[in-house]
């Protein structure tokens, strides 16, 4: 006989509600699952929150380290790292005037534009590679080490804060006397400008100080400014978009080389690259008579 309280869920006659389950062995087996993957999930995120710590201790370490090594306590004011505009400003001006003047007073007269395309090009490559030899290093261990892109792009703020503190100081116990002599003898080995008069090869060292000096302050800025030296020497059709003349008057179209780099960054909140300044360039013809 069917029990009369059967029908809505009850297990026997008193109409008390039955309340065990006999859960089949595929339930049961998903039950341990469900469980052993809450543990895992658990052991997990006490891993990572240890991982965590201890990226963050690295990092504490090597801020100090950093900090200690750059001397902040004895910081000169004159010396205070300039700001993203004013270094902007201040690359234009070197442009503009320095590389110009340089240009006209030892290289106008007596060489033919692949000479002056040899000077800017050598200084600037040298300039270049000795900065970041200086760094690649760190930024490999960096690399390395640290997977997580947000703790890497938080060291490089640590650390870049850290070099701009004193950069001056930083920049002459990085590049020595020897250095800048090396690139001014390798110029005058290939160029021979004026060599025998010293006020020459003191007037292109006083020109290297101030391109290595720019160059990293541009690395070591937030954000980091990049420059397209191996365009420099290309051959281009004048393009008053892309180009802007070094000396001398150039119509649109015309042939010319390019002198001098354009200088960018690449902006965060664009997600492009920004650019600074035109390529400088000149007549490919300019020189001859």
Known sequence: MVDKYSRYGYGNSNGKKNNSKNLSLNEENEIREAIQRLKQ?????????KQNNELYNEILILKSNIRSQISIHQKSKGNSFPSFETLKNNINNFLNINCLNFFKNYLYEEYEIEGV????KEIFKNCENKVKNHFISLEEKIEKKFKDINVKKTLDCVLINSFQVDWKRLLDNLISEIDYIEIKNEIQKALEINEKDERVNKEI????RKTMELFFQCYINQPKINFDIDNL??????NENKHESFYGVISNNEKCNIILPSFYYYNEIKKIDERINKEKVMKKNFFEK
Not at 205 to 208: E, K, N, P
Not at 233 to 238: A, L, Q, Y
């Open 205 to 208: 060292i006083i020109f290297i």
């Open 233 to 238: 020497g290309i051959k281009v059709k004048f």
């Open 117 to 120: 395309e040899y000077f800017f």
């Open 41 to 49: 999930e658990k052991n997990r995120n006490i891993q990572l929150k």
